[in-house]
């Protein structure tokens, strides 16, 4: 579809195939720099083809169809740690991925009519705004950060869920033992937050508060007294500043 950015995004993936240091050279401007926004979800895409030995022409097409499989995947994942049973988890995933909001519906219903449909309107269902949800992103095919941040986002969720296994709500959490049982998931989770930045600033800051949320939550911050709010508070800020330190020499050089 020529009236897509795809070929913005393509110019990018090819400007990491000839990238030997970072950051890369701009693909129009010569002489300058490549943003971080508009590179590092590409550089993890071009890890990928390069193990798979694709022409990068070739691989765009397959890289929009990874990403999205990489995303059903950690949702999937996600739900089923949640539901505990594969049937409800899948169909979890199927909703996130092939669902939508109710435009499609709306448009049938006051036009009287099934097809064709007004798949492009349903990502403007708001005047002078761009509301699209998974499943246009994938139709619309366009590779940028926010797009290759979504398997990102979706592990972030994944790895929340098991923060609150074992935890009664209404009592105490005893903080160390807490964090004993789960320093390996923290640091993935912190590991997964810490890489929405680079990847795609703007997700980063819902995110943080998300994590930060669900640690109080997991500590007990909900039921504890003024002392299990701070500290609690304190064991959520943990993983979202381990998430900056594991990413140091990113922000000390971007």
């Known amino acids: 579809n020529h009236r ?37 979800g590409f550089v993890g895409m071009d890890v990928v083809r390069r193990l798979a030995q694709v022409d990068v022409f070739r691989f765009f097409n397959y890289a929009v169809a990874v990403n999205y499989a990489l995303f059903v995947t950690a949702m999937f994942g996600g739900a089923w740690a949640l539901l505990g049973k594969v049937r409800p988890a899948l ?11 109710l435009w499609a519906w709306w448009d049938a219903l006051t036009h009287q ?8 309107g349903a990502a403007r269902v708001i005047n002078g705004t761009i509301n699209e949800f998974p499943l246009f992103s994938f139709v619309w ?79 007990g ?9 701070a500290r609690a508070g304190v064991s959520a800020a943990i993983p979202v500043l381990l998430s900056i330190v594991l990413y140091a020499p990113f922000y000390f050089s971007f």
């Open 91 to 101: 169909w979890a995933a199927v909703a996130v991925a092939f669902g939508g909001n």
């Open 141 to 219: 095919g366009d590779l940028h950060p926010y797009v290759l941040a979504f398997p990102i986002g979706a592990v972030v969720v994944t790895l929340i869920v098991p923060l609150f296994a074992h935890v009664q709500p209404g009592e105490p959490t005893p903080i160390l033992p807490w964090w004993r049982e789960r320093t390996a998931l923290l640091l993935w989770l912190s590991l997964a937050l810490g890489a929405l930045f680079p990847c795609n600033s703007w997700d980063f800051p819902p995110y943080v508060l998300l994590v930060w949320g669900a640690v109080f939550g997991a500590c």
């Open 113 to 120: 009519r099934l097809f064709p449909i007004d798949w492009f």
């Open 4 to 40: 897509t950015e795809r070929f913005v995004d393509i110019a990018l993936m090819v400007r990491m195939e000839f990238t030997h240091s970072f950051p890369p050279l701009d693909t129009w401007a010569a002489g300058s720099a490549l943003r971080y926004y508009y590179y590092y």
């Open 221 to 229: 911050g909900l039921s504890a007294g003024r002392w299990g709010w």
